[in-house]
């Protein structure tokens, strides 16, 4: 699936506190999750750039 590094840069790769690990909150229905796990995927399709920034330059 994805490459780890590339998880540890996206938006929805966090700590999770009680699991003590980080995890993927990507959000999917039942039809989305199958379709996910049943391909295989050079690169994640719900990446999604860890911008942290990127609200500060929608006010400027």
Do not use: H
Not at 23 to 29: A, K, P, W
Not at 33 to 52: H, L
Request: a negative charge; aromatic letters at 16%.
């Amino acid at each position: 699936m994805a490459d780890l590094n590339e998880c540890e840069n996206c938006t929805y790769y966090s700590y999770d506190g009680s699991l003590d690990e980080y995890v993927c909150l990507v959000v999917l229905d039942e039809d989305e999750y199958s379709t996910f796990i049943s391909r295989n995927y050079k690169s994640c399709p719900y990446f999604r750039p860890d911008d942290e920034y990127g609200i500060v330059r929608k006010q400027m």
